[in-house]
Protein backbone atom coordinates (compact mmCIF):
# COMPACT_ATOMS: atom_id res chain seq x y z
CA UNK A 1 0.00 0.00 0.00
CA UNK A 2 1.40 3.60 -0.91
CA UNK A 3 1.45 6.46 1.34
CA UNK A 4 1.96 9.86 0.05
CA UNK A 5 3.81 12.06 1.25
CA UNK A 6 1.32 14.13 2.41
CA UNK A 7 0.03 12.17 4.36
CA UNK A 8 2.88 11.53 5.92
CA UNK A 9 3.48 14.95 6.87
CA UNK A 10 0.60 15.53 8.24
CA UNK A 11 0.53 12.41 10.63
CA UNK A 12 4.29 13.74 11.53
CA UNK A 13 2.70 16.98 12.36
CA UNK A 14 -0.13 16.18 14.22
CA UNK A 15 1.96 13.80 16.43
CA UNK A 16 4.55 16.65 17.08
CA UNK A 17 1.73 18.97 18.16
CA UNK A 18 0.48 16.90 20.99
CA UNK A 19 0.42 17.99 24.62
CA UNK A 20 3.08 15.45 26.81
CA UNK A 21 1.75 14.34 30.37
CA UNK A 22 4.04 14.48 32.92
CA UNK A 23 3.54 11.77 36.29
CA UNK A 24 3.89 14.40 38.76
CA UNK A 25 4.19 18.01 39.35
CA UNK A 26 7.94 18.32 40.59
CA UNK A 27 8.46 16.25 37.13
CA UNK A 28 6.47 18.63 35.21
CA UNK A 29 8.28 21.58 36.83
CA UNK A 30 11.97 19.60 35.96
CA UNK A 31 10.56 19.74 31.99
CA UNK A 32 9.03 23.20 32.12
CA UNK A 33 12.54 24.78 33.65
CA UNK A 34 14.00 22.98 30.34
CA UNK A 35 11.88 23.03 27.91
CA UNK A 36 9.56 26.27 28.91
CA UNK A 37 6.47 24.99 28.56
CA UNK A 38 3.86 26.18 30.66
CA UNK A 39 1.82 23.76 32.73
CA UNK A 40 -1.71 22.51 33.02
CA UNK A 41 -2.98 20.57 35.82
CA UNK A 42 -6.63 19.38 36.54
CA UNK A 43 -7.75 18.75 40.31
CA UNK A 44 -9.83 16.02 40.82
CA UNK A 45 -11.28 13.46 43.23
CA UNK A 46 -11.99 10.35 41.07
CA UNK A 47 -13.23 8.12 43.99
CA UNK A 48 -15.78 10.73 45.28
CA UNK A 49 -16.24 13.76 43.11
CA UNK A 50 -19.19 12.88 41.11
CA UNK A 51 -18.75 16.37 38.69
CA UNK A 52 -15.46 15.65 37.76
CA UNK A 53 -15.71 12.48 36.19
CA UNK A 54 -16.68 13.80 32.53
CA UNK A 55 -13.99 16.48 32.81
CA UNK A 56 -11.53 14.59 34.17
CA UNK A 57 -12.31 11.73 30.87
CA UNK A 58 -11.75 14.38 28.71
CA UNK A 59 -8.78 15.88 30.29
CA UNK A 60 -7.23 12.44 29.74
CA UNK A 61 -8.70 11.96 26.18
CA UNK A 62 -6.20 11.97 23.31
CA UNK A 63 -8.04 14.40 21.67
CA UNK A 64 -6.72 16.79 24.54
CA UNK A 65 -3.49 16.47 24.06
CA UNK A 66 -3.32 17.19 20.72
CA UNK A 67 -6.14 20.53 20.98
CA UNK A 68 -3.77 21.58 23.66
CA UNK A 69 -0.60 21.83 21.71
CA UNK A 70 3.05 20.68 21.99
CA UNK A 71 3.79 23.86 24.01
CA UNK A 72 2.04 22.43 27.18
CA UNK A 73 2.98 20.16 29.86
CA UNK A 74 -0.59 18.28 31.21
CA UNK A 75 -0.35 16.84 34.96
CA UNK A 76 -3.80 15.61 37.19
CA UNK A 77 -4.02 15.63 40.30
CA UNK A 78 -6.37 12.90 42.11
CA UNK A 79 -6.98 13.64 45.40
CA UNK A 80 -8.62 10.69 46.20
CA UNK A 81 -10.63 9.67 49.68
CA UNK A 82 -9.67 5.96 49.38
CA UNK A 83 -5.89 5.88 47.61
CA UNK A 84 -4.02 2.98 47.53
CA UNK A 85 -0.24 2.66 48.61
CA UNK A 86 0.71 3.73 45.33
CA UNK A 87 -1.33 7.03 45.11
CA UNK A 88 -0.05 7.75 48.28
CA UNK A 89 3.19 7.94 47.15
CA UNK A 90 2.15 10.33 43.87
CA UNK A 91 0.51 12.50 46.39
CA UNK A 92 3.51 12.87 48.26
CA UNK A 93 5.08 14.23 45.19
CA UNK A 94 2.27 16.09 44.07
CA UNK A 95 2.55 18.36 47.66
CA UNK A 96 5.48 20.30 45.95
CA UNK A 97 2.53 22.15 43.84
CA UNK A 98 1.98 25.15 45.75
CA UNK A 99 -2.05 25.09 44.81
CA UNK A 100 -4.43 23.28 47.08
CA UNK A 101 -7.79 24.23 45.44
CA UNK A 102 -10.96 24.64 47.82
CA UNK A 103 -12.98 23.35 45.83
CA UNK A 104 -13.03 20.50 42.57
CA UNK A 105 -12.60 19.92 40.10
CA UNK A 106 -10.07 22.46 39.43
CA UNK A 107 -8.36 23.94 36.44
CA UNK A 108 -4.67 25.23 37.03
CA UNK A 109 -1.64 26.69 34.86
CA UNK A 110 1.57 27.46 35.90
CA UNK A 111 4.74 29.24 33.43
CA UNK A 112 7.50 27.48 32.82
CA UNK A 113 9.00 28.52 36.65
CA UNK A 114 6.06 26.86 38.55
CA UNK A 115 4.66 30.44 39.17
CA UNK A 116 0.76 30.32 39.18
CA UNK A 117 -0.88 32.00 35.96
CA UNK A 118 -4.74 31.14 36.36
CA UNK A 119 -6.33 29.19 38.76
CA UNK A 120 -10.36 28.21 38.19
CA UNK A 121 -12.44 26.12 40.82
CA UNK A 122 -15.79 24.06 40.60
CA UNK A 123 -18.08 23.41 37.94
CA UNK A 124 -19.95 26.39 37.33
CA UNK A 125 -17.49 28.60 36.66
CA UNK A 126 -15.49 25.64 34.76
CA UNK A 127 -18.29 24.88 32.36
CA UNK A 128 -18.61 28.97 32.26
CA UNK A 129 -14.77 28.71 29.99
CA UNK A 130 -16.02 25.79 28.08
CA UNK A 131 -14.30 22.86 26.95
CA UNK A 132 -10.85 22.26 29.09
CA UNK A 133 -8.46 23.20 26.27
CA UNK A 134 -10.56 26.69 25.80
CA UNK A 135 -9.94 27.34 30.01
CA UNK A 136 -6.56 26.31 29.64
CA UNK A 137 -5.90 28.55 25.73
CA UNK A 138 -7.28 31.50 27.81
CA UNK A 139 -4.94 31.21 30.73
CA UNK A 140 -2.19 31.06 28.22
CA UNK A 141 -2.95 34.00 26.64
CA UNK A 142 -3.19 35.98 29.79
CA UNK A 143 0.43 34.41 29.93
CA UNK A 144 1.65 36.07 26.96
CA UNK A 145 0.36 39.04 27.51
CA UNK A 146 1.78 39.19 31.00
CA UNK A 147 5.26 38.24 29.36
CA UNK A 148 4.82 40.86 26.76
CA UNK A 149 4.62 43.64 29.35
CA UNK A 150 7.13 42.80 31.54
CA UNK A 151 9.50 42.68 27.95
CA UNK A 152 8.71 46.11 27.54
CA UNK A 153 9.05 47.10 31.54
CA UNK A 154 12.40 45.87 30.77
CA UNK A 155 13.48 49.23 28.96
CA UNK A 156 11.70 51.65 31.25
CA UNK A 157 13.32 53.28 34.26
CA UNK A 158 11.49 54.68 37.59
CA UNK A 159 7.87 54.86 37.84
CA UNK A 160 7.17 54.00 34.50
CA UNK A 161 8.94 50.53 35.08
CA UNK A 162 7.09 49.34 38.31
CA UNK A 163 3.52 50.46 37.05
CA UNK A 164 4.39 48.30 33.97
CA UNK A 165 5.51 45.37 35.58
CA UNK A 166 2.58 46.16 38.19
CA UNK A 167 0.56 46.07 35.17
CA UNK A 168 1.46 42.31 33.95
CA UNK A 169 0.59 41.27 37.86
CA UNK A 170 -3.19 43.36 37.15
CA UNK A 171 -3.68 40.39 34.52
CA UNK A 172 -3.40 37.47 36.65
CA UNK A 173 -5.26 38.83 39.28
CA UNK A 174 -3.56 36.84 42.50
CA UNK A 175 -1.30 39.42 44.26
CA UNK A 176 1.91 38.12 45.15
CA UNK A 177 0.55 34.39 44.07
CA UNK A 178 0.84 31.13 46.36
CA UNK A 179 4.18 31.35 47.73
CA UNK A 180 4.77 34.51 47.13
CA UNK A 181 5.82 33.23 43.56
CA UNK A 182 6.13 37.03 42.25
CA UNK A 183 8.06 38.50 45.40
CA UNK A 184 10.81 39.09 43.09
CA UNK A 185 8.65 41.00 40.70
CA UNK A 186 7.50 43.57 43.45
CA UNK A 187 11.61 43.88 44.43
CA UNK A 188 12.24 44.70 41.20
CA UNK A 189 8.81 47.32 41.08
CA UNK A 190 10.65 48.67 44.82
CA UNK A 191 14.16 49.17 43.12
CA UNK A 192 12.74 50.83 40.41
CA UNK A 193 10.89 53.00 42.39
CA UNK A 194 11.86 53.74 46.01
CA UNK A 195 9.48 56.26 46.67
CA UNK A 196 6.58 54.30 45.05
CA UNK A 197 5.43 57.50 43.34
CA UNK A 198 3.39 55.49 41.29
CA UNK A 199 1.31 53.94 43.98
CA UNK A 200 1.93 50.32 42.44
CA UNK A 201 4.13 48.95 45.20
CA UNK A 202 1.50 49.97 47.85
CA UNK A 203 -1.23 47.87 46.22
CA UNK A 204 1.14 44.89 46.15
CA UNK A 205 2.64 45.47 49.48
CA UNK A 206 -0.97 46.37 51.22
CA UNK A 207 -1.41 44.91 54.69
CA UNK A 208 -5.15 43.28 54.87
CA UNK A 209 -6.42 42.04 57.55
CA UNK A 210 -3.21 43.14 59.65
CA UNK A 211 -3.77 46.60 58.95
CA UNK A 212 -7.01 45.75 61.35
CA UNK A 213 -4.98 44.02 63.81
CA UNK A 214 -2.79 46.71 63.93
CA UNK A 215 -5.99 48.93 64.65
CA UNK A 216 -7.45 46.60 67.36
CA UNK A 217 -4.09 46.23 69.01
CA UNK A 218 -3.46 49.78 69.26
CA UNK A 219 -6.79 50.60 70.09
CA UNK A 220 -6.55 48.70 72.66
CA UNK A 221 -3.07 50.09 74.20
CA UNK A 222 -4.75 53.73 74.00
CA UNK A 223 -2.11 54.63 70.84
CA UNK A 224 -4.84 55.60 68.67
CA UNK A 225 -3.77 58.64 66.51
CA UNK A 226 -0.08 56.57 65.42
CA UNK A 227 -2.63 53.73 63.91
CA UNK A 228 -4.69 56.43 62.34
CA UNK A 229 -1.74 58.38 61.34
CA UNK A 230 -0.68 54.13 59.79
CA UNK A 231 -4.12 53.90 58.54
CA UNK A 232 -4.30 57.56 56.93
CA UNK A 233 -1.01 56.96 54.98
CA UNK A 234 -2.30 53.90 53.42
CA UNK A 235 -5.56 55.38 52.24
CA UNK A 236 -3.21 58.49 50.55
CA UNK A 237 -1.80 55.66 48.21
CA UNK A 238 -3.32 56.77 44.45
CA UNK A 239 -3.35 53.02 43.45
CA UNK A 240 -5.01 51.20 45.85
CA UNK A 241 -8.14 48.66 45.10
CA UNK A 242 -11.33 49.74 46.11
CA UNK A 243 -11.74 46.65 47.83
CA UNK A 244 -8.08 47.75 49.66
CA UNK A 245 -9.56 51.12 50.62
CA UNK A 246 -12.42 49.54 51.86
CA UNK A 247 -10.09 47.27 54.29
CA UNK A 248 -8.28 50.39 55.46
CA UNK A 249 -11.51 52.51 56.22
CA UNK A 250 -12.89 49.24 57.86
CA UNK A 251 -9.44 49.51 60.24
CA UNK A 252 -10.72 52.79 60.71
CA UNK A 253 -13.94 52.02 61.93
CA UNK A 254 -12.61 49.63 64.15
CA UNK A 255 -10.08 52.01 65.58
CA UNK A 256 -12.82 54.79 66.14
CA UNK A 257 -15.14 52.26 68.07
CA UNK A 258 -12.33 52.25 70.67
CA UNK A 259 -11.67 56.30 70.35
CA UNK A 260 -14.05 58.14 72.22
CA UNK A 261 -13.14 61.48 70.71
CA UNK A 262 -14.08 59.71 66.76
CA UNK A 263 -16.74 57.87 67.90
CA UNK A 264 -19.06 60.92 66.41
CA UNK A 265 -16.91 60.16 63.07
CA UNK A 266 -17.90 56.34 62.64
CA UNK A 267 -20.99 57.35 60.37
CA UNK A 268 -18.55 58.93 58.43
CA UNK A 269 -16.34 56.09 57.86
CA UNK A 270 -19.34 53.65 56.90
CA UNK A 271 -20.62 56.07 54.81
CA UNK A 272 -17.41 55.84 52.59
CA UNK A 273 -16.87 52.49 52.63
CA UNK A 274 -20.60 52.05 50.98
CA UNK A 275 -19.61 54.61 48.67
CA UNK A 276 -16.50 52.96 47.50
CA UNK A 277 -19.26 49.51 46.67
CA UNK A 278 -22.36 48.98 48.48
CA UNK A 279 -21.98 45.68 46.93
CA UNK A 280 -19.37 44.15 48.31
CA UNK A 281 -19.00 42.32 51.42
CA UNK A 282 -17.86 45.64 53.43
CA UNK A 283 -20.06 48.06 51.71
CA UNK A 284 -23.33 45.47 52.60
CA UNK A 285 -22.06 45.95 56.20
CA UNK A 286 -21.35 49.17 56.66
CA UNK A 287 -25.37 49.64 55.39
CA UNK A 288 -26.09 47.10 58.17
CA UNK A 289 -24.58 49.11 60.41
CA UNK A 290 -25.54 52.89 59.25
CA UNK A 291 -28.96 51.69 59.85
CA UNK A 292 -28.35 50.55 63.36
CA UNK A 293 -26.56 53.73 64.00
CA UNK A 294 -29.48 55.78 62.96
CA UNK A 295 -31.88 53.64 65.09
CA UNK A 296 -29.92 54.29 68.16
CA UNK A 297 -29.88 57.95 67.39
Not at 42 to 67: N, Q
Not at 84 to 106: I, Q, T
Not at 123 to 142: C, F, H, K, N, Y
Request: with cysteine; net charge neutral; hydrophobic share 40%.
Amino acid sequence: MKISLATIFLVVCHTLSAAERVADFPAALQKAKSGGQDIAVLFHGSDWCTPGKKLASRWTSVDFEKAAGNDLLILDIDRKENPSDDDEALAKLNEACPVKPRSLPAIALFDKDGRLVALREGMPELDSLGRPQQAIQRAIDVRKKRDDLWQRAADMLGPRKATQLAAGLDLLGIGVGPKDAYKPVIDEMKKADPGDSSGAVARYTFPGRKLLELAVDQGKAGKFTDADAEIGSWLEKPQLTKDQKQEALAARFALYQRWPEKKTGLAAVLKEIERLDPKSDLGSAATTYLTMLAKEK
